[in-house]
Each structure stands twice: as C-alpha cells, then as structure tokens.
C-alpha cells in the first residue's frame, strides 16, 4: 500500500509544477512599457523646432501609462549619457530644422532630418521596441506635416514640379543611429547564466557535503576548515569562468574584444555564486536547495526585462535582490560600453562573496554554541560534529 501513496503525491507534483512554472511567466505576460528614460535633444532655435518637441511629448502621453520618460538634453554631446547606460534612446533635433522647414514653401523644398538614437547595448529587446515606437512617432508627424503641406497646395491651386512632389510626400525623415551596438553578442550576457548558476550551485552543494558529517578537534580546526571552503570555491569559480568563456567561443562561436576581461568576470560570478550557495546552505540545509532552483527559474525571466517594463512588485521587491543581475549587468558593460572588467556590478559581486564568506565562517559559531549545550550527553571524546 505503501506504493500507492505515489498517485497521490504525483497529483500534488503537477498542482506545485504547474503553479510555480506559470508564476515564473508573470513578469513577461504583464510587462509593458512605462516611463522608459528617453533623451530629447532640441539644438533648433526655430518655433518650428520647439513645436515638434511638443508634439512629441503629447503622442508619448496620449496613453494613461505613458510608455517614455523624457529627459531634456541641452546638446548632441550629452547624448553620452546613453554611454552610461541612463538611456535607452534619444530623439535629436538639429540646428538647421527650422530652416529646412521653412524651405517647404520655396521652389527647392529640402527634407528636415531628425536622428533617432538606439542604445542597442542597455536593452536588445527593449532597444526593438523603442526603434519601433519613435520611427512610428516621426512618421505620424511625417504624415500629418505632409497631409497639411499638401492640403495648402491644393486649396491655393499651386502646381508642384517633382521635387516638390518627392519632398512634399516624405517632408520629415529620421536617420536612426546605434549606439553601444551588440552584434552577434546580443544573447551573449542571458546565455551564461543557467550555465553559471547551475554550475556553481551543483558545485556549492558539493563543497557542502564534504564538510556536512566532518568531526573537529577544535573550533580552530573548523574555521580553518571554513577557510579552505571558501579557497576552494574560489578556485572553482576561476576555472569555470576561464572553461565557460572557452566553451562559448568553441561552442557559440563568440568573439570578445578581450577574451580574459569576460572570462575573469565570469570567474569572479561564478567564485561569489559558489561562496553565496554555501554559506546558505550551510546554516539551513537541505531547505537551501529549492530555494535556489527556484531563484534560477523566476530570474531568468526578469533577466531579459527592463526593470521599468516589470510590474510594480516585481521591480520594487524582487529584481534589486537578485545576485545574478549583477553578472548581468558587468557582462554587457565588458561587452557593450566601457570594456573595463572593474565596474560597479563587480563591486558589488565582490561584497556578496565577501558577506557570504563571513556568514560562512560565522557557521562555526553557531554549530559550537549548539555542541556547547548538548556537550553533556554529545560529548565525543571532545571531538566536535559539523
């Protein structure tokens, strides 16, 4: 009868699956855009210039949520800032707008340009988006400048030679620029997480089991114990960065501009993943474990988000507490932007592994404390069990 039990336990298995695998769908199912940091960039000092401006601003809040939030830019130069990763786009005005304009109403009309600038690096899916919403935003001013332009000729009776005509029917065109352009690089920074995470995890519960029934002289003995854990899993965390790079130029045919920049990034996440699983997993336990496998399986999907896409409890309480985002994060700031290993996102790595290896030597103190209570009926030839 004991066999039976099975059926029952199956029924609950795929109540708890199918649950947690379409939890994990959320943040994807209900993203939208809202208030993505747009750049807006008006060098025209014509009315012309500033009444576009306008226009563009009132499309992008026709909606309740409105999808842009634009920041004023007082120059091209400052266009930079999508280097900083502040942006994920930009509209930009030139000087001569007004001018180009005006030409409309002369015998050689020539087209006023604008340039739509794309940071391809910060977001690939949410850089598709944007190229999509401005080119759509341009051609609508485009259509309805045309539909006046045209309007006016044919109530004024005034014939058009085919320049007038060619300008007429396209007067506004956009030029669109990407920045920080990412290639056949463009998955490279979501393709390496599953395999770090799941790596490191496997290796982490690994280095767990070889201390999980070891037997101690001293505490001395298993702080240094403790130490040679956190050593080893450092030295994990080198191999596997350099061997998962190496994989990925073999296997993916990935091309870097500095082969070691990435693969001592990855090193130093998969080093900090290693020391971050274990030091949990050495004060709970087993309850550890599907806490992490969960971690991967809602991560992921918030990895190829941007967080102003997220909803609101998503972006508020979940993604700023998600380890990996920083590998994340320092990937596409080696591979898109700056090209420096030591960034913001390896700062930060650096204090997780650090936090995790003080927590795990600190387990030493806990374990001790609790030996030191039972001492009198524990008591193993003063030898202590970790």
Same mark, same amino acid.
């Given at each position: 009868m004991k066999e039976n039990k099975f059926f029952g336990i199956a029924f609950v298995a795929v109540l708890l699956l199918s649950f947690i695998f379409v939890a994990t769908q959320i943040p994807g199912a209900h993203s939208t855009p809202k208030d993505l940091p747009i750049g807006l960039v008006l060098e025209d000092g014509g009315n012309i210039g500033q009444t576009f401006v306008e226009m563009i601003q009132k499309n992008s809040q026709a909606t309740k949520e409105a999808p842009f939030k634009w920041v004023v830019l007082k120059n091209?130069?400052?266009?930079?800032?999508?280097?900083?990763?502040?942006?994920?786009?930009?509209i930009y005005i030139p000087k001569d707008f007004s001018e180009k304009y005006a030409s409309f109403q002369t015998p050689t009309p020539t087209s006023a340009m604008l340039k739509i600038y794309i940071n391809q690096g910060k977001n690939t899916n949410v850089a598709n988006i944007v190229t999509q919403a401005?080119?759509?935003m341009v051609e609508k001013m485009n259509d309805n400048v045309s539909a006046q332009l045209l309007a006016v000729t044919e109530k004024n009776n005034i014939p058009l030679n085919a320049n007038q005509a060619r300008i007429y029917a396209s007067p506004i065109q956009s030029e669109i620029v990407n920045v920080h352009e990412t290639g056949k690089l463009s998955n490279a920074p979501l393709s390496y997480f599953q395999p770090i995470w799941m790596s490191s995890l496997i290796s982490a519960i690994l280095l767990w089991f070889t201390g999980r029934n070891r037997k101690f002289n001293?505490?001395?003995e298993q702080i240094k114990f403790?130490?040679?854990?956190?050593? +080893?899993?450092?030295?994990?965390?080198? *191999? /596997?960065?350099y061997l998962l790079t190496w994989y990925s130029t073999w296997m993916l045919d990935y091309e870097f501009a500095d082969f070691n920049y990435v693969a001592l990034f990855l090193s130093l996440t998969?080093?900090?993943?290693?020391?971050l699983i274990l030091a949990i997993t050495t004060w709970i336990k087993y309850a550890a474990l599907? +806490?992490?496998?969960?971690?991967?399986? *809602? /991560?992921?999907?918030?990895l190829q988000i941007a967080p102003e896409m997220l909803p609101s409890f998503y972006a508020d309480w979940i993604y700023p507490w998600l380890p990996f985002r920083f590998m994340f994060e320092g990937l596409k700031e080696i591979l898109f932007f700056s090209?420096?290993?030591?960034?913001?996102?390896a700062v930060s790595l650096c204090w997780i592994a650090v936090v995790s290896i003080v927590v795990l030597l600190l387990s030493v103190v806990k374990r001790s404390s609790y030996k030191e209570d039972k001492s009198a009926e524990d008591m193993d030839g003063g030898r202590v069990e970790v």
């Open positions: 091209e130069q400052e266009i930079e800032k999508l280097a900083n990763q502040e942006l994920y786009g930009a401005l080119s759509t001293s505490v001395m403790r130490g040679f854990q956190a050593l +080893i899993a450092m030295i994990i965390g080198l *191999f /596997g960065g998969c080093a900090t993943f290693i020391l599907p +806490i992490f496998v969960l971690l991967m399986f *809602f /991560g992921l999907p918030l090209g420096e290993l030591w960034s913001s996102a």
